[in-house]
């Protein structure tokens, strides 16, 4: 059985240390486009740093939510189905779209062995067919 919040929680300053590192990352990508457009106006730079500006709050969110709750209690969840507790499978990440932001969260989510039926808590269940 998969390890709930191994490696997948964030601590304060480890959700610190990675976005710095994360952006850094984005400055050099943002850097090297500009060493090969010495010429660009501000408005092509601003161009080009919009492309990345939905990035920078992607990863401002999820490390922000990596930091609480990832859905896994000490108890599984019953299956809205059959009531019969559910396996926790890990945390995979689900894509999440905002107005400004697009990132992928780790959640914890659980299975029914009986059913089929997959949660991401707090979510709704899925069919055997979605999860």
């Not at 919040?5 to 850094?24: H, I, K, M, W, Y």
């Not at 209690?73 to 499978?89: L, T």
Request: glycine share 12%; proline share 10%; with cysteine.
């Amino acid at each position: 059985m998969p390890e709930r919040d191994s490696g997948v929680r964030q601590t304060p300053s480890g959700a610190r240390e990675e976005l710095l590192r994360r952006t850094e990352d984005l400055w050099d990508e943002f850097n090297a486009w500009y060493q090969g457009h010495p010429e660009a106006t501000l408005d092509e730079m601003e161009a080009e740093l919009g492309k990345q500006r939905r990035a920078i709050l992607g990863n401002f969110l999820e490390l922000s939510l990596r930091q609480g709750d990832l859905g896994a209690g000490p108890e599984a969840p019953s299956c809205s189905r059959c009531g019969k507790p559910m396996i926790f499978k890990g945390y995979p990440k689900k894509e999440v779209h905002g107005l400004e932001a697009d990132t992928k969260i780790p959640r914890a989510y659980y299975v029914c062995p009986t059913c089929g039926i997959g949660l991401f808590p707090p979510g709704p269940s899925s069919t055997p067919e979605e999860g």
